[in-house]
């Protein structure tokens, strides 16, 4: 994740973009498919919001929107009542 923050502080935005999406695409398979095949660590949320923060930084509406109704679902789960 420090990867990318490099590279869009340093206006390296494709290259943020790829590793992005790396980052991404793994947080999707674990949190909205359930498919961990290395056993990961699901990402926290503070990675989760940066991550769709940085989406929103590069005007990629479309991957943020899903991480931030990610972040929603998980708030709403941990919600002790």
Known sequence: MQLSNLRILRAKDDEALQYMDKIY???I???ENNININNDQPPSSDMIT???KNYSELKVYDKAIKLYDILIR???EDVNI
Do not use: H, T, V
């Open 25 to 27: 695409d793994i947080s």
């Open 50 to 52: 940066n991550l769709a």
């Open 29 to 31: 398979q674990i949190l």
């Open 74 to 76: 998980i708030n709403d």
